[in-house]
């Protein structure tokens, strides 16, 4: 199972924290068609009409599915909802196994440039899909241990991006490399994060890009003052 569908807390995962799930998943063609009806009549009415228009009496209008059925699947609107994260999630974490072999044989600079931009254009698709909605479960919302095995940020960032600084330390000079991948793997999200929520249309300012790749070449290159 999932852990972040799943309904008890697993590792430091409270239940708060993960995305709302089916009250039981699709076994047979008819209710998986009554199911992909809703999902596609979500994004439909997100598309066309934003997300104060999404209400669970509409979706059942748009799909042509009753009320009571949707029920008997779904909790509440943002289970109908996480479903559409589900599969943007697992489309981008294919992305993301191509886009890491892409990177060997990169210098540190444009490894963390390709890296940031990416985090960005994911975070983008995701807020544009439903921005309270991304903004109240972002936490679960993360790309890099989208159906992981990882239980802790802690775990996460020492099987990617630790390794990652390993690949490069012929171009790093902290002697925190552990300090430095934590900034980089939950510090710069949690800017974004910030962004997200404070003034998103910077989120696809070249500006930002630009001080997030500074912000993280600080971070293994650091710099003393006198």
Not at 3 to 31: C, H
Not at 140 to 145: I, K, P, V
Request: a negative charge; glycine letters at 4%.
């Amino acid at each position: 199972m999932n852990k972040k569908n799943s309904e008890t807390t697993i590792g430091s995962w409270p239940a708060s924290e993960q995305l709302p799930a089916l009250r039981k998943r699709p076994s047979q063609s008819r209710s998986r068609a009554l199911v992909d009806a809703v999902e596609q009549a979500c994004l439909r009415i997100l598309d066309e009409a934003g997300e104060d228009a999404l209400t669970v009496a509409r979706i059942a209008e748009v799909s042509g599915v009753a009320v009571g059925s949707i029920y008997q699947y779904f909790p509440n609107k943002d289970a109908i909802v996480a479903l559409l994260y589900e599969r943007v999630l697992d489309e981008e974490s294919e992305n993301l196994l191509r886009m890491r072999e892409r990177l060997v044989g990169v210098p540190l600079k444009a490894a963390l440039r390709d890296i940031l931009a990416n985090i960005i254009r994911v975070e983008t698709r995701l807020f544009k899909l439903n921005k309270a909605f991304h903004l109240r479960y972002h936490s679960a919302l993360h790309l890099g241990m989208w159906r992981g095995p990882y239980h802790t940020a802690g775990e996460f960032i020492e099987a990617t991006w630790l390794p990652l600084l390993h690949m490069y330390e012929h171009e790093i000079t902290t002697e925190h490399p552990a300090l430095a991948a934590y900034l980089l793997g939950q510090g710069l999200r949690s800017v974004i994060r910030s962004v997200l929520e404070d003034i998103p249309a910077q989120l696809e300012s070249p500006a930002l890009l630009d001080s997030l790749v500074a912000m993280a070449v600080g971070c293994l290159r650091p710099q003393t003052f006198d």
